[in-house]
């Protein structure tokens, strides 16, 4: 969607996360080294065949949900400082939604909510002459809800 002949645009995203920086605001300070960020959902569907094998029916399997993150080093030692490790966060919900920086009329919000995220790995990845050190990190979310505005 295009609002003033505007595109949706990185510049426009916001994190929050209360469990994980104990504030409702969008893009707390603990966020703002979030360079990437990726959701998706996915349903097993499977064709079914009879006799000839040919197609009868569909089958429809379970619902896969699959999120990351990526972050900078130093939002990465701010995580970890709360607990010792991004893996001993437990689970945290994080809600992305977009800025309405015009505040046109025409202009409709979606929230993604990554329900119950969890890290389970902790680590780093640093290359010679790399000017930002980011890794990309899985949430794990146990679901993922879509609303609009």
Do not use: H
Request: charged share 20%; glycine share 8%.
């Amino acid at each position: 969607m295009i609002i003033n002949n505007v595109a949706y645009s990185w510049a426009m995203v916001q994190l929050t996360s209360l469990a994980l920086t104990g504030s409702a605001n969008p893009n707390p300070i603990i966020l703002q080294g979030v360079t990437a960020i990726k959701w998706n959902k996915k349903k097993k569907v499977e064709t079914n065949y009879g006799l000839g094998g040919e197609p009868v029916n569909r089958g429809f399997g379970n619902t896969e949900y699959t999120a990351q993150i990526t972050m900078d080093y130093n939002t990465q030692v701010q995580l970890r400082a709360l607990k010792g490790s991004l893996m001993a966060l437990g689970e945290f919900d994080l809600v992305l939604s977009f800025a309405n920086e015009f505040n046109s009329q025409d202009f409709s919000t979606e929230t993604v909510t990554l329900k119950g995220c969890l890290f389970n790995e902790d680590g780093m990845e640093v290359s010679q002459d790399d000017t930002n050190i980011t890794k990309e990190f899985e949430l794990n979310p146990f679901k993922i809800e879509l609303s609009t505005k």
